[in-house]
């Protein structure tokens, strides 16, 4: 495995996105941490997340809104989008059942992983309120 020289924005970044459970994109996550590092770029959380994804440590991906979102969890589960404010929350893996059986189905080719997500309308937004329908 990779052996990463330690910095101190990187550890702030993954702090960061420790701390939510929002899903963000590189933008918002650059908003929150330049608070702390107000000379950090938009272009170094960039980097520090592809390294971070692409060294499993955070998990990437799109949900069909044109935009990347990062999340801390690695362990599989799923999303819930919600197509009126676009909230991404987490699921669950026990909630769908039938997927374990689809990857132990004898194909030609080798699963190592999946995403799925499901999207509808989240709880604020059915009752009315989510102030950012508002």
Same mark, same amino acid.
């Given at each position: 495995?990779?052996?990463?020289?330690?910095?101190?924005?990187?550890?702030?970044?993954?702090?960061?996105?420790?701390?939510?459970?929002?899903?963000?994109?590189?933008?918002?996550?650059?908003?929150?941490?330049?608070?702390?590092?107000?000379?950090?770029?938009?272009?170094?959380?960039?980097?520090?997340?592809?390294?971070?994804?692409?060294?499993?440590?955070?998990?990437?991906?799109?949900?069909?809104?044109? +935009?990347?979102?990062? &999340?801390?969890?690695?362990? @599989? *589960?799923?999303? #819930?989008?919600?197509?009126? /404010?676009?909230?991404?929350?987490?699921?669950?893996?026990?909630?769908?059942?039938?997927?374990?059986?689809?990857? +132990?189905?004898?194909? &030609?080719?080798?699963?190592? @992983? *999946?995403?799925? #997500?499901?999207?509808?309308? /989240?709880?604020?937004?059915?009752?009315?309120?989510?102030?950012?329908?508002?």
């Amino acid at each position: 495995m990779k052996h990463l020289k330690y910095s101190r924005q990187r550890e702030s970044i993954k702090s960061c996105l420790m701390n939510r459970t929002d899903h963000p994109t590189a933008e918002a996550l650059y908003l929150t941490i330049r608070e702390k590092f107000p000379n950090i770029s938009l272009g170094t959380v960039y980097r520090n997340l592809n390294l971070l994804a692409e060294l499993g440590e955070i998990q990437r991906f799109s949900c069909g809104d044109g +935009s990347e979102h990062f &999340d801390y969890r690695t362990e @599989s *589960h799923y999303h #819930f989008i919600c197509r009126s /404010c676009g909230s991404i929350s987490d699921l669950p893996l026990a909630l769908v059942k039938e997927t374990s059986e689809l990857l +132990s189905t004898p194909v &030609d080719e080798t699963i190592d @992983s *999946h995403m799925i #997500f499901f999207y509808g309308e /989240c709880a604020k937004c059915r009752n009315g309120s989510n102030p950012a329908e508002r």
